[in-house]
């Protein structure tokens, strides 16, 4: 029985023109990152600030961010702010 020989490796992506341009390559983000984006920033921020008001000890940082998605999404159910989900009927 004959072994099919491996298949050709397929070209590499060209290069994004400002790293051709000798520019670092901007990082490419995810369409629906806008909303996603902010919340992780917004939780990221809060977690920081627990950290510090803790004594800036580490070791604790999941506990840290937990609590700071807690905070986060309690405030948001407060203000009812939009989540972007759809809701099913």
């Known amino acids: 029985m004959a072994r ?3 298949s050709a490796p397929s070209p590499a992506r060209p290069p994004a ?7 670092p390559a901007k990082p490419r983000t995810p369409k629906k990152a806008g909303a996603s984006a902010d919340r992780a ?3 990221a921020e809060r977690a920081y600030l627990i950290y510090k008001a803790r004594g ?3 070791g ?7 609590e700071a998605e807690r905070q986060i999404e309690a405030e948001r159910q407060i203000n009812d702010e939009p989540t972007g989900r759809v809701r099913k009927r």
């Open 41 to 43: 920033a917004r939780i």
């Open 56 to 58: 800036s000890s580490h």
């Open 17 to 23: 023109p400002e790293a051709a341009a000798g520019r």
């Open 60 to 66: 604790q940082h999941v506990e840290d961010w937990l």
């Open 4 to 6: 099919k020989s491996p």
